[in-house]
């Protein structure tokens, strides 16, 4: 139970829990005087006694207030007696030598003209463990300071995986709902690729990307640990948006409209220069494979819905081929069945203008999920959102629509599954984010005044993704570590 300094938490014989709101004052918890009365009675006592409870906290009586939860005037009096942090709410994470901003609702009735803010951490503020320690540790981030419910913090080098903003006035003080926590600031490393880049996709030393630096869009090849660049297609029109054949890395899938028309394409990593092999004859784009160790891999990708025009659709596909065969196949490879994973029975802003689709593997090879992004226009704006597909590999079976959280405000675009498929990473108001599959909070990852996008995994802890420092600079290849 909570109590006053001064209080020493004693009952009397036959008394329920009691309240206490200042010192030498008792609110008893009795059913008899406020539950009985419902909430609307309730309400009108408080507003009957709130100008003497405000006399009380003006005298200096009290110096804390924590309700009993059971109490119908928990959440009123919440408001009228303490301020309330808005943000940050919890699940944040601010980096240090960054400047964030801190809010809070001054308290309705009792209203301090001067506040201190304090930084509460569960562990000590170097980053290493609490320990037994009884108390939190605190930082003073400000005292003293005008009571306008806002205040930029250029955040010191400090580190903590749980944190909490607590405002203090003469009469009482509060939390933030949420843990959030600080890091180092991210671990930023450019390419050498000398010339413009784009649309990464990686497979640890090895990123493929897009580049017009011969004139036209391309694919090229650099391998980080050494630094040699390839380049890996030559011809007119548009070549990329690739994708590795992941873990074994012997394919990669891009679009190409070579052939007069947007279709997708091979190429057989294990040989260079590789051939470009044609894999579909009637449209296709932006191709994602499904990690596997099978040498029948399938493939997802993006193409025109014929019986709804306007709209997309996703179509999957199993090569019945071994992976070890494909360079000596046709131009193009035999026909194949595909099956249409999004369903007509999905509303129609999930099927318009698809893009991004992303396939990770988060289970078993039968626990399939594939996180993609739409963009509908309405009112002459363009509203991105994130959609995840549920489904069996055997014949893409107990297909299943949801929308894909991501924290509220967050505009994301260009999903990444991880290599294991316990995370994405997004791109989100010019900057990286990353959050658990399942979880509802995202990390941030980078944080200035560049434009970040098209994040890519090049191992679990290592994102690739395209950077530039102004709207008319041309697109460099970045990395960034991803903090556990």
Known sequence: ???????????????????????????????????????????????????????????????????????????????????????????????????QHIRWKPAEQVIDSVVTLQLVSDQDLNGSGGGRRPLPYLYVIAENIPNTGHFTWAVPNLSSRSCRIRVVTRRGQAESEGTFRISPPPVLNQFPIRGEGREPTALRDLVVFTSNRGGSDDLWMINLRTGDLTQLTNAPGFDGQADWFRPNGNLLAFTSDRSGQKDIWLLNMSQLPPRPIRLTTTGGEQPTWQSSFLHYPSLAYVAADPSQPGLSQILAVTLAIPTTVIDTLSDPVPPFTSVRLTRTRFNLSSRTNIQSPSWGLPGSVNDNVLVYETRSTESFSTFPALWALEFSTIAMEAVSLSRFTTPPGLPATHPSFSPSGARVAFSALGNLWVKSLAGVSALQLTYDDAEDDFPGWATETTIVFQRRPTPNSPWELWTVEVVE
């Open 1 to 99: 139970m909570e109590t006053c300094r001064g209080e020493k938490g004693q009952r009397r014989k036959g008394e329920k829990d009691w309240i206490p709101v200042c010192a030498g004052m008792r609110v008893m918890n009795r059913p008899s005087i406020f539950s009985s009365l419902g909430t609307r009675h309730s309400s009108l006592l408080l507003a009957l006694f709130a100008p003497w409870l405000v006399g009380l906290f003006s005298l200096g009586l009290c110096s804390c207030y924590k309700a009993e939860r059971s109490n119908p005037l928990d959440g009123q009096a919440a408001q009228l007696f303490v301020p309330q942090v808005l943000s940050p709410s919890g699940g944040e994470q601010w980096f240090a030598s960054t400047t």
